[in-house]
Nanobody
Framework: QVQLVESGGGLVQAGGSLKLSCAAS????????MGWFRQAPGKEREFVAA????????DYVDSVRGRFTISRDNAKNTVYLQMNSLKPEDTAVYYC?????????????????WGQGTQVTVSS
């Protein structure tokens, strides 16, 4: 098993930046795919970004592509989500997730382990 803890959320103005962190423990995650999801009030949880194990390739939902960047630091057992040019519609609780099979799917069901989430609020 692996435990995930998100941090770095907060309140920012539109156009600002935040960097979220997801610290992992329990097992090394060097071979895992990691994903970020978010859930806004009254909305379904949606895929944001994924970092696949094979080739280190990334994937993003269209609404964040070009603004958000997912990365990892295996030495620190940490995955990051750099968020630039934030918009009010980015406001949500952000969750990190781990897929031990390394596929980095956009589907929630593909991920076995989840963090508790961190709140991101973007004011207009």
């Amino acid at each position: 098993q692996v435990q995930l803890v998100e941090s770095g959320g907060g309140l920012v103005q539109a156009g600002g930046s935040l960097k979220l962190s997801c610290a992992a423990s329990g097992r090394t995650f060097s071979s895992y795919a990691m994903g970020w999801f978010r859930q806004a009030p009254g909305k379904e949880r949606e895929f944001v970004a994924a970092l696949r194990w094979s080739g280190g390739s990334t994937d993003y939902v269209d609404s964040v592509r070009g603004r958000f960047t997912i990365s990892r630091d295996n030495a620190k057992n940490t995955v990051y989500l750099q968020m630039n040019s934030l918009k009010p519609e980015d406001t949500a609780v952000y969750y990190c997730a781990a897929d031990l099979y390394g596929l980095g799917s956009q589907l929630i069901s593909a991920y076995e382990y989840w963090g508790q989430g961190t709140q991101v609020t973007v004011s207009s």
